[in-house]
């Protein structure tokens, strides 16, 4: 049954007042969903309409509910193209603190290049606002403890973006480690290659980018002063003043990832080597990468190692892996799904082929087939076919979405329980920096993924 016209009006009304607005012609929409009722929306604004910060937004819109409030950015063609995207309506500007003033913002979603996400994300939990921030959380490890506590002060849900861990496929993982079906975790691999100018982030940059449309000044934030320069605006990731380089913007997902379905605080240390092989353009972070990181034993895995590599000059062909190993199976990723095998060892050990019992004399080889079969039995001597079994994700599954959807919920519950909170977010941001520290300083970083700092 459709609303009457003086309800609906009643609703505005009703809105407009909760909100601290004297009229109804405020830049967000005031109803898009007769499901949610008005007290249960959630009004967001992001802070940089970039790439991501699009992705994010869209993903975000994706859940009732939601009413997309304010942008910011610091690049006035990105603004245009906000009201172009979302709508007259939304209120758009070039500096951020407007966004954090406005009372009618219930959560922001920090997109910005990563120098800025600890000192926006503290501001807006100081204002009162939930925070979703973009992944990693942080670009250098002394700021993590910061947000932390900001966080745990304000009583606000804050989430970290990194959100394949909010797919089925993941989820289905952490089923399967946590049922012991690999046995024991000893090592983990994986690898992300690109061979592409944008897949190694040399972005398009607008034929507009100059000083009048891009507020250079703030966005150097506090490194380096140095006259406009679009590449570092628009490239920003390719720059150690402004990034995080691939540990940052790829290792995280990886580890994140393995910090969710094995269930661990994170390394206890962190070596990676690599260099500038291809991509020579003026960049200062590698284009290759390779990082080990050894996991002590916790309560709820064994030791075991990471192995994780970045190339982004990889011209062969690209077959990118992640695989969980263990003691009786593995489990492989693939883009929509992934495999377990499992293969548990016979308890005999065998004997032949290339072993040492055809050196030893014929008296002595009977003997020892004697002490063989008298010690095994005929079971013993066989091992479990392998299994494999496939799993494919969820139809319609979006763990954009989803991620978002878990934000929401805690959102509207007053809870600061997210499936990637900034205490997880940090153990999962702190080792990709080490890797980082790890490379320039060309020595293994020492970490206590407990006490989540240096050693």
Known sequence: MKPSRRKFIKNIGGVAALSGISTIAKPFNIIKSLNISPNDKIRIATIGMGIQGNYDTKAALKNEGIEFVAAADLYTGRLERVKQTFGNEVFTTRDYREILQRK????????????????????????????????????????????????????????????????SVFQEAK?????????????????????????????????????????????????????????????????????????????????????????????????????????????????VMVAILDYPKDQTHDEFQMVLRVNFANAGTINNNTRIIGTEGQIDFSGNGLTLSKKKLPKAPGFGNYDSYFTFSEAQQKEFEKEYNARYSEADKVGEPVKEIKFTATPGDDEHKNHFANFFENVRKGSQGTIEDPVFGFRAAAPVLACNESYFQKKTINWDPVGMKKV
């Not at 990693?136 to 804050?158: D, F, H, R």
């Not at 079906?181 to 090592?187: E, Q, R, S, T």
């Not at 690109?194 to 449309?213: C, E, L, M, V």
């Open 104 to 167: 009618d913002i219930d959560a922001v979603l920090v997109v910005t290049p990563d120098h800025w996400h600890d000192k926006i994300a503290i501001e807006a939990l100081n204002a009162g606002k939930n925070v979703y921030c973009e992944k990693p959380m942080v670009q250098a490890i002394n700021e993590g403890l910061p947000v932390i506590n900001a966080w745990k002060k304000s009583g606000k849900t804050m989430q970290v973006g990194s959100q394949r861990i909010s797919g």
């Open 175 to 287: 089923k399967i480690i946590a049922a012991g079906d690999i046995g024991a975790i000893n090592y983990i691999e994986s690898n992300n290659d690109r061979f592409s100018a944008i897949g190694a982030w040399n972005y398009s940059i607008p034929t507009d980018a100059s000083p009048s449309t891009v507020d250079w000044d703030t966005f150097l934030k506090d490194t380096a002063k140095m006259p406009f320069d679009a590449n570092r605006f628009f490239r920003w990731r390719n720059y150690k003043n402004y990034g995080t380089g691939v540990a940052g913007d790829l290792f995280v997902h990886l580890i994140t990832g393995v910090h969710y379905v094995v269930d661990s605080k994170g390394p206890n240390r962190i070596y990676a080597s690599g260099g500038l092989r291809y991509w020579k353009e003026g960049r200062d972070v590698p284009d």
